[in-house]
């Protein structure tokens, strides 16, 4: 089992940026972001796979976040720039056993899930 905590949260204006960061008791094979806004279904927002190659992002956050590891400190983080007022929800950090050439968005393919940081975007 993979142990995440997630940070960085917070509230911003529209246009602002914010960098998330996922604390991993160790570095997954796979390792994603994912948001769940009230009343909507969790939705995939990037990830990266075994040989960090060409991460995958929803198509809604593309050229805004930036996934990327440290795997000297095992953490996962996500920029987020230019952010929306519809980039609001809670944020979760995952990790997957999966190996996966470029990650996945795909939830279920998820094995372990941090506590969520809150992302909250005011136009």
């Known amino acids: 089992q993979v142990d995440l905590t997630e940070s960085g949260g917070g509230s911003v204006q529209a246009g602002g940026s914010l960098r998330l960061s996922c604390a991993a008791s160790?570095?997954?094979?796979?390792m994603g972001w994912f948001r769940q806004a009230p009343g909507k279904e969790r939705e995939g927002v990037a990830s990266?796979?075994?040989?960090?190659?060409?991460?995958l992002y929803a198509d809604s956050v593309k050229g805004r976040f930036t996934i990327s590891k440290d795997t000297g400190e095992n953490r996962l983080n996500l920029q987020m720039d230019n952010l929306k007022p519809e980039d609001t929800a809670m944020y979760y950090c995952?990790?997957?056993?999966?190996?996966?050439?470029?990650?996945?968005?795909?939830?279920?393919?998820?094995?372990?899930w941090g506590q969520g940081t809150q992302v909250t975007v005011s136009s």
């Open positions: 160790q570095l997954a094979v796979t």
């Open positions: 995952a990790a997957s056993k999966l190996p996966q050439w470029r990650g996945t968005l795909i939830g279920a393919r998820y094995d372990d």
């Open positions: 990266i796979g075994t040989y960090d190659i060409e991460p």
